[in-house]
């Protein structure tokens, strides 16, 4: 997750999803990593572009940026993004209910 200080929607995000994100099976296949905005990548993080807008949520395999949520578009269009290029980028399946 790239974000910056005094970004709104980065509140919101900190604010409904990020206790639970932890908890749920995409947080576990895909944990969080913090990057600040100004900072540039964590080491070892390769980007494929510049990010612009924040939150930005950036799907990483071996150091290398697979895919993007650019913005938070609220709690059930973010769950839905997700799994999406989860399925798409990765082998992440759902367990069995």
Known sequence: MVEQPGCVYCGMWNE???PIYPKTPEGQF???IR???RA???EGISFARKVTYT?????????????RIEGYPG???FWGLLDMILQEHTEFT???S
């Open 30 to 32: 895909a944990p969080l």
């Open 16 to 18: 409904v999803i990020a």
């Open 40 to 42: 540039g990548p964590p």
């Open 55 to 67: 939150p930005t949520f950036i799907l990483i395999a071996d150091g290398q940026e697979q895919a």
């Open 35 to 37: 990057a600040d905005l």
């Open 94 to 96: 759902f367990p069995a």
């Open 75 to 77: 709690e059930d269009f």
